[in-house]
């Protein structure tokens, strides 16, 4: 049974700008369903229309088998939401901070009292519980406004971009949190954000957005079937002559496309020089990988390049997502488009397109 | 409990600190016995009515229109905050609808409001209690009054509050209107004495009709001119909430 049931969702502003173009979706119950994109796709405004917070232009959105545009509280009494920006009391204490949340949601005081206990501790609160929010850190801040939301009851809890601002230890507890709390109640969960690991880690359904509208809607591991048949191949030189390594690796059969790192030039067609031992990266992708890898261990034993090291790995979620979006998002240019970031030509040749990387390797 | 008693609670608790307390409740107090003692050789008495009134007396009767005014603040102070650090849309995302906001801060300052009309009632007593004459028929206009003044200044707070996003914008324009309206009054000097064009001034200012309507109430002096402060009060306080409330339905998320 569904918990979200969207159909031709959209939403326009004035001069004629389309946040959000024709979307349909559903969400199970029981699951936590990702919705990624870019800065700027229209995933905020997705959730502000499903957490009832701005009518649609036009569609439908049905919450928990209610129709959450005739019935708009009845919808809010029975969901959770952690906005993407912050929100918080200032003068409060953490503490009372979470004492007036529950009360304001009319959770009984002994309970909300039992629960303010338990949040302070699984959330790590405890210790910082009497400190006011406005002289909280910015990632302590988060964590007592996710933690704070869990005070009262719900079925569909919406989270916009929960982990920005925490640090990795707390990102992590924070996605153990939410896995357990789900697996332990049934709770659904809507779940935004531009962190592909994140989304992987969690969630069992992905939606990928970018320019209002929907391009990909499925479990991660099918989406990195479908999309992901590439691996791939990153190759890490050392103390090299560098310079002809474009031309020897264009000849290589099978794959889709070779991206150098930060310090090559595709105007010379070279890396810059190194005398200091740095490592220089190719990453190269193929849906033919073993006969790819075959072809460039020997082109580059022939030419006598020494490697430092080579790996072969299925192609990531975010490179999915990269590939999906235009390699960027669709803001600027990228690894994916027909020109890279110095403006030269990346043109294919032999069947692989070079291009440059700027995406670290996950998060 | 109610959803709209809900937020009260809450808007009570994040208003009430020490800062708010001092300007509600010092300040007045200095006021009604340091300005109302210091300048009593100079203003010998006020006629209100068949009443003659020494100056403390009638000083700190205005402070207590003075005082709901400065209440009212709390709402501007609440709406702006809300937006400010994203508890507005927090609460509008929560079992709440925009109306019960809306009532919940009017409410919030009607409470605040009445309170420190009382307590500076309370304290001023003595000072006046030769005048005074609390009825079945002046208490209800005391507490009108207090109610209708604190609509009335809430909802403009409100208003200003839903305009601004700055935080030195909302303080200038803020303390700009107030004071305004606090020394262009008859909150501090009876009207009878002053010159024109400031004596029409002090009849633009709709703190005067909140000042003159408690006072009328405090010491028993309701006529026709009162009745009409009674209707023109409740008709701003009538419009500027519907103004406020329209603005505050339409605010973004």
Redesign the interface.
């Known amino acids: 049974m569904s918990c979200i049931d969207v159909r031709h969702l959209s939403k326009s502003y004035g001069g004629g700008v389309v946040a959000v173009d024709d979307i349909t979706f559903e969400v199970d119950r029981g699951r936590v369903f990702g919705f990624l994109g870019p800065n700027g796709a229209g995933k905020s405004t997705t959730i502000?229309m499903l957490?009832?917070?701005?009518r649609p232009t036009s569609g439908s959105i049905s919450i928990l088998g209610l129709d959450a545009i005739q019935n708009p509280?009845q919808v809010?009494?029975r969901?959770g939401?952690v906005?993407q920006?912050?929100?918080?009391?200032?003068?409060?204490s953490v503490e009372?901070a979470f004492e007036?949340y529950g009360?304001?949601?009319?959770v009984p005081k002994r309970v909300r009292r039992e629960r303010t206990e338990t949040l302070l501790e699984e959330f790590d609160l405890a210790g910082i519980r009497g400190r006011r929010n406005e002289d909280l850190s910015i990632g302590q801040r988060r964590r007592v406004q996710v933690a704070r939301e869990f005070i009262h009851d719900m079925d569909l809890l919406f989270l916009d971009e929960p982990t920005v601002g925490l640090d990795a230890g707390a990102r992590r507890d924070l996605l153990d949190y939410l896995k357990a709390k789900v697996d332990r109640t049934g709770l659904s969960i809507f779940y935004t954000t531009h962190i592909l690991t994140e989304a992987e880690y969690l969630c069992d359904e992905i939606a990928i957005m970018n320019r209002g509208g929907l391009i990909a809607v499925d479990t991660p591991s099918a989406l990195q079937g479908r999309l992901g048949v590439e691996k791939t191949i990153k190759i890490h030189l050392r103390r090299q002559r560098y310079s002809d390594i474009h031309d020897l690796l264009s000849g290589v059969n099978g794959c889709s496309r070779i991206d150098f790192d930060d310090n090559y030039s595709a105007t010379d067609r070279r890396f810059a020089p190194s005398d200091d031992g740095d490592v220089r990266t190719i990453t190269i992708h193929s849906a033919k990988s073993e006969l790819a890898l075959l072809q460039i261990l020997k082109i580059l034993n022939e030419a006598e390049v020494e490697i430092e090291d080579l790996s072969v790995v299925p192609t990531s979620l975010e490179e999915i997502f990269l590939e999906m979006t235009g390699g960027d998002g669709g803001n600027r240019n990228g690894g994916g488009n027909d020109h890279n970031d110095n403006g030269t030509d990346n043109s294919t040749q032999d069947g692989c397109q070079k291009g440059r990387s700027d995406m670290p390797e996950g998060t | 409990?109610h959803?709209i008693l809900?937020?009260v609670?809450?808007n009570v608790?994040?208003s009430l600190?020490p800062g708010f307390l001092i300007w509600q409740v010092i300040f007045p107090l200095v006021y009604i016995f340091v300005a109302g003692f210091a300048y009593a050789p100079l203003i010998q008495g006020v006629e209100l009515g068949p009443k003659d009134l020494d100056y403390p007396a009638f000083l700190a009767s205005g402070m207590i229109g003075f005082s709901v005014m400065n209440s009212t603040l709390v709402s501007g102070i609440i709406i702006w905050?809300d937006r400010r650090?994203?508890?507005f849309?927090?609460?509008?995302?929560?079992?709440?609808?925009r109306g019960q906001y809306i009532i919940s801060n009017i409410c919030t300052i009607a409470i605040i409001g009445l309170i420190s009309a009382a307590f500076i009632l309370a304290v001023g007593i003595p000072i006046f209690f030769e005048d005074v004459e609390l009825s079945p028929f002046t208490v209800p206009l005391i507490i009108f009054g207090a109610i209708a003044g604190s609509t009335l200044f809430g909802s403009l707070a409100s208003i200003i509050s839903t305009r601004l996003r700055s935080s030195e914008g909302f303080n200038v324009i803020i303390n700009t209107v107030f004071l305004f309206f606090a020394f262009v009054s008859t909150a501090f000097y009876p009207a009878q004495n002053v010159q024109e064009p400031l004596r029409t001034a002090f009849y633009l200012n709709p703190l005067t009709y909140l000042v003159d309507v408690i006072r009328a109430g405090i010491f028993g002096n309701i006529n026709m001119f009162v009745v009409v402060e009674i209707v023109v009060l409740a008709g701003i306080a009538g419009a500027l909430f519907v103004a406020a409330s329209r603005l505050l339905m339409r605010l973004n998320?």
């Open positions: 502000k957490t009832t917070l701005i509280l809010r009494h969901i939401v906005l920006q912050p929100s918080y009391e200032p003068t409060l009372k007036k009360m304001m949601w009319g | 409990m959803p809900r937020l609670s809450r608790t994040i600190n905050n650090h994203g508890m849309e927090q609460i509008m995302s929560g079992p709440f609808t998320v």
